[in-house]
């Protein structure tokens, strides 16, 4: 029997502090922080977000959405893992 891939789903968000950071909350690794390299005081780069999510083998499957000022993070993203 061939080994079958698992695809998960998850939200993918963009908070700043010092800098633009991407986090995801992996059901299997936990919680996982990512640096776009963006900042301080620049404006969100979703291309940035992108690219360091692609080379920690994400793969954003949606358009990043600017979220409402109430919700947890200003921006977001569907990605995949493929396990």
Known sequence: MPNENTVVE???RAEY???WHV???DPDRGPLGYC???GP???FDSGAATRVLQKNGWRVT???TQTPPSAPAPYTATVTLDR
């Open 62 to 64: 949606g358009p990043w």
């Open 36 to 38: 776009t390299g963006v």
């Open 17 to 19: 502090d010092t800098d």
């Open 23 to 25: 986090y995801i909350d």
């Open 41 to 43: 005081d620049e404006p």
């Open 10 to 12: 998850l939200t993918a």
